[in-house]
């Protein structure tokens, strides 16, 4: 089983169900892991969730940001 921490206070995620999959907001870093257990709720996790890439039709990550900064500069 591999284990999974949160992005925003590094600690293991307990309910892979309560994850919340995030683009990272820019210039920040995700935090690194620790032992402690994720208090967040929902937990972070910056990039797609599982199956994302293997879904035909779907934009990268890439794209979705770039169209995002378009959008805010109108």
Do not use: Q
Request: proline share 11%.
């Amino acid at each position: 089983m591999s284990e999974i921490h949160c992005h925003i206070c590094g600690g293991f995620i307990t309910d892979a169900a309560s994850v919340s999959y995030r683009l990272p907001p820019d210039g920040v870093a995700a935090t690194g892991p620790n032992t402690a257990l994720c208090t967040c709720k929902p937990s972070v996790i910056y990039g797609p969730p599982p199956g994302y890439l293997a879904w035909p039709g779907l934009g990268s990550i890439e794209r979705r940001r770039a169209a995002a900064s378009a959008r805010a500069l109108n």
